[in-house]
Nanobody, 115 residues
């Protein structure tokens, strides 16, 4: 059974930093990543990373956020710097199982950036 557990959300002032972590279990994963959903808005891609280390970022986080993963531990992290109030959202970890191509989601972690 696949489980994704996020941690590291919280409240931070604008310009501050947070690091989100996600521990995945139950499968081998090809692509892992982070999405976010702000109140009243659709869920949107933040960043993804392949098992080979290839990364993809949304334009609105380029230069501020860095995604990384540890394949041996099945973890994916998101380092968020220079946070803005508009980064306030629930952040979801996601992972695609290598053999089934099914995408799994974590329960989400709240990130709130105050101005």
């Amino acid at each position: 059974q696949v489980h994704l557990v996020e941690s590291g959300g919280g409240l931070v002032q604008a310009g501050g930093s947070l690091r989100l972590s996600c521990a995945a279990s139950g499968s081998i994963f090809s692509i892992m990543g982070w999405y976010r959903q702000a109140p009243g808005k659709q869920r949107e891609l933040v960043a993804t990373i392949t098992s080979g280390g290839g990364t993809n970022y949304a334009d609105f986080v380029k230069g501020r956020f860095t995604i990384s993963r540890d394949n041996a531990k099945n973890t994916v992290d998101l380092q968020m710097n220079s946070l803005k109030p508009e980064d306030t959202a629930v952040y979801y970890c996601t992972a695609e199982a290598r053999w089934s191509y099914r995408t799994y989601w974590g329960q989400g972690t709240q990130v709130t950036v105050s101005s």
